[in-house]
């Protein structure tokens, strides 16, 4: 069945914006990405649940993204559905030192919303330009700390439409990933639990995370966060940067001159740019350390 005649048949259940042909470059932090067959702008829980059922009905692929962080969409787009979790699932209710926060929550928020009810060990979340729901996926994590140390139940979706509890010791939590990555379940929902601090000592913290980031990542330039995992007892970047790679460039993608972990958009960089450059640098370092780098960023889409 054609896009729009799919688009009618969902706009007729759903009340979440809809769009056809969307370029997914909108919504990634790389500036990069081929067109969403369909977009839906989610507005809410039980839109989510139509969306579901829709697309299972209809044998629809569906795709689930928050704010495109850590996501690299091939030019030719993505065919089916995809939902973004944004505005109308960053819901946030602090009480009794829990946090209860919606997928669509920026980490920002949540870090702040911690460090406001003295409630720490979210810290590290600070400056982490993503969301509650792709943070739970991936167990996003940085100095030293990760989403499974403060994450204390998620509420998920199935695809039949059904919602459900699971305790952060039944989801596999690793480093960068958790058994929701590739699954059929959708973050809705989590809820954390820090441990008691003065506001004041978190916001230094916190400045001090910001400060460092500032000024070891590339922020003036789009890019996708860190590319590659850091193998075990290494960095990636230390690897990519005696590799020689650093600034190493294919087409308007450039490994970062700041952070070698980074590659950046220097102005017109196609998604086939980025994986050119990500083989490059994955080959020159296997054969210089005899390491297989292994992508921490989502590929997604059709060439």
Known sequence: MPSKGLA??????????????????????????????????????????????????????????????NLLVRDGGI???VVKLGAGMDSLNVRDGMITAGAGLKLGRLSAAAC?????????????????????????????????KVVKEVVLLDRE????????SELGFGYRRSNLLNSEYIVVEAVFRGEYCLPEIIREKINDFLTRRRTTQPYDLPNGGSVFKNPPGDSAGRLIESAGCKGLAAGD???SLKHANFIVNLGEATAMDVVSLINTVRNRVNQMSGIQLV?????????
């Open 161 to 168: 439409g059904n919602i459900f509890k699971r305790e952060a």
């Open 8 to 69: 009618w048949d969902l706009g007729e259940i759903i009340a979440s914006p809809i769009w056809e042909e969307e370029p997914m470059r909108r919504h990634t932090s790389w500036r990069i990405g081929g067109p969403a067959q369909i977009m839906v702008d989610l507005h809410g829980i039980e839109d989510l649940r139509q969306i579901v059922k829709f697309t299972r009905d209809r044998s629809v692929p569906l795709t689930v993204i928050g704010a495109g962080t």
């Open 295 to 303: 992508t921490e960023v989502q590929i997604l889409g059709d060439n």
């Open 116 to 148: 406001d009810a003295g409630i720490g060990g979210f810290e590290f979340l600070a400056g982490i330009p993503g969301t509650v729901g792709g943070a739970v996926v991936m167990n996003a994590g940085a100095n030293g700390s990760s989403v499974s």
């Open 253 to 255: 993608a450039q490994v």
């Open 79 to 81: 065919r089916g559905l």
